[in-house]
């Protein structure tokens, strides 16, 4: 399986946090792939200190990254629209961040589960 790597996930395995390393060390010695987007790398760079810098770069290096594509924009777009008719306000970055889940068939892994509210999203079960 593919798992797309959400923000918050990065940056506790950039900092040691909550297990996360040791998490993500067990699901590639599962065979699983481990993956990002290029907005989570965005978000990433803009809270990084520059002393973690050639650390963080490394670490994400070793990802796949899928950048945004029309396709990917369009999707997160509609599903932005789709939830504010339903009277609910979600992030832009979050909605193309599910999309290239849903285009790509990933599973998301994230611990903000309540920012993506999507049935047809695969959310990674945390422990």
Same mark, same amino acid.
């Given at each position: ?6 923000? %918050? &996930?990065?940056?506790?395995? @950039?900092? $040691? ?7 993500? !060390?067990?699901?590639? $010695?599962? =065979? $699983?792939?481990?993956? %990002? ?6 978000? &990433?760079?803009? #809270?990084?200190?520059?002393?973690? *810098?050639?650390? %963080?770069?490394?670490?994400?290096? #070793?990802? *796949?990254?899928?950048?945004? %594509? ?6 997160? =777009? ?8 339903? =009277? ?7 909605? @193309? &961040?599910? !999309? !290239?889940?849903?285009? $790509? #068939? /990933? ?10 509210? /999507? ?6 079960? /945390?422990?």
């Amino acid at each position: 399986m593919k798992l797309l790597l959400d923000t %918050t &996930i990065l940056i506790d395995a @950039l900092r $040691h946090r909550t297990g996360r390393r040791e998490l993500l !060390a067990d699901t590639l $010695h599962q =065979g $699983h792939t481990l993956a %990002t987007t290029a907005i989570n790398l965005a978000e &990433i760079y803009a #809270g990084m200190m520059p002393a973690e *810098e050639a650390r %963080t770069k490394m670490f994400l290096d #070793g990802l *796949e990254c899928y950048p945004v %594509t029309a396709a990917i924009a369009r999707r997160a =777009g509609r599903l932005k629209w789709e939830w504010s008719r339903k =009277g609910r306000t979600l992030a832009l970055d979050d909605m @193309l &961040i599910a !999309a !290239a889940a849903l285009e $790509h #068939g /990933l599973t998301l892994m994230t611990d903000n589960r309540m920012d993506f509210p /999507l049935d047809e999203l695969n959310l990674y079960s /945390l422990p």
